[in-house]
């Protein structure tokens, strides 16, 4: 239930400038979404038109923000209780809710049409499920009410590489799938590692994280629980079409990165992460951003290297 009182009752001081809608869009998840959506569309058979490649990009682009913006619009109430989240454009005032939904709606039905028009029925379709996704099955539906909500919402993160494959080749392949399950297992142990550092945030804004509801020792194990079949997935990418030795070395390298890492942090009792203000959590959240930069990047170079020496 929404506390009204917290976002629709504040009144806007200054005007919002553009850094502030740009904000609604949340840039820095953007990022991985444009960058893991290009790979797929580049590293897919066969080939697009530059032009119609920039336009499919820039549409994935888009909805990703659309979905940024319907989230940071119903989940207002609970930003302003989180010190991570408080300073956004709606908890601090300068951007009312109902500009963030009406930003949402637009840039949603935008991405949607244009990708559509631009490419294919498959890729827009996908685009729509996963903007949906985000916005109603996780953030209204999930999110609040049980721990899994990272786990299954996960999977809105991990459609971009699909989208992208699909933006080329009209369809579905394994290959697809596991770029889709890489990001899909990569997702809980990433988040799980900033839940155990951000601490109570979660618990004050009444989110079911899993460090509230199961705890911090169960929480070390889910994180080690599923990057095992993360790595197997990831090591599975390097025997399909797009893998080869390059992948698999660059694979292989940050595999055995994050998984020393995770080791680490499942090892350690509460007393010893709270001794050293949990700098291996803090570690391990970082390095599980390099991890999956880090295979999309090694899928391109593969890529871009096996089409040299096919020339």
């Given at each position: 239930m929404q506390d009204a009182s917290l976002t629709e009752g504040a009144a806007v001081p200054a005007e919002a400038g553009l850094g502030d809608y740009f904000q609604l869009l949340k840039p820095r998840v953007m990022s991985l979404v444009v960058f893991t959506a290009l790979v797929g569309l580049l590293v897919a058979p066969g080939g697009v038109h530059p032009y119609i490649a920039f336009v499919a990009v820039l549409c994935i682009a888009v909805g990703a923000g659309a979905s940024g913006a319907l989230n940071m619009w119903w989940d207002s109430d609970i930003d302003i209780k989180m010190r991570r989240t408080r300073s956004r454009p709606i908890p601090g005032g300068r951007v009312r809710r109902e500009e963030a939904l009406g930003l949402g709606l637009a840039l949603s039905g935008f991405a949607v049409v244009l990708l559509w028009l631009a490419t294919n029925l498959l890729a827009a379709g996908l685009l729509a499920f996963?903007?949906?996704?985000?916005?109603?099955?996780?953030?209204?539906?999930?999110k609040r009410r049980t721990p899994q909500n990272i786990v299954i919402g996960g999977a809105a993160g991990a459609f971009p590489p699909?989208?992208?494959?699909?933006?080329?080749?009209?369809?579905?392949?394994?290959?697809?799938?596991?770029?889709?399950?890489?990001?899909?297992?990569?997702?809980?142990?990433?988040?799980?590692?900033?839940?155990?550092?951000?601490?109570?945030?979660?618990?004050?804004?009444?989110?079911?994280?899993?460090?509230?509801?199961?705890?911090?020792?169960?929480?070390?194990?889910?994180?080690?629980?599923?990057?095992?079949?993360?790595?197997?997935?990831?090591?599975?990418?390097?025997f399909t079409s797009i893998g080869g030795w390059i992948y698999l070395a660059a694979a292989l390298a940050l595999d055995i990165w994050f998984a020393l890492g995770v080791l680490a942090i499942a090892r350690r009792s509460e007393a010893e992460a709270e001794a050293d203000s949990y700098a291996t959590e803090k570690r391990v959240f970082m390095v599980s951003l390099w991890y999956l930069f880090g295979h999309f990047g090694a899928l391109l170079a593969q890529s871009a290297l096996s089409a040299f020496w096919g020339s």
């Open positions: 996963t903007i949906f996704f985000y916005a109603v099955i996780y953030s209204m539906i999930l699909m989208i992208g494959w699909a933006v080329v080749t009209g369809g579905v392949s394994l290959e697809s799938v596991l770029m889709f399950l890489l990001i899909f297992m990569w997702t809980p142990p990433h988040f799980w590692a900033l839940a155990l550092f951000v601490k109570s945030d979660y618990g004050d804004a009444g989110v079911p994280m899993l460090t509230e509801t199961h705890g911090r020792a169960a929480t070390r194990r889910q994180i080690l629980a599923y990057t095992l079949p993360l790595v197997a997935v990831s090591l599975g990418i390097g």
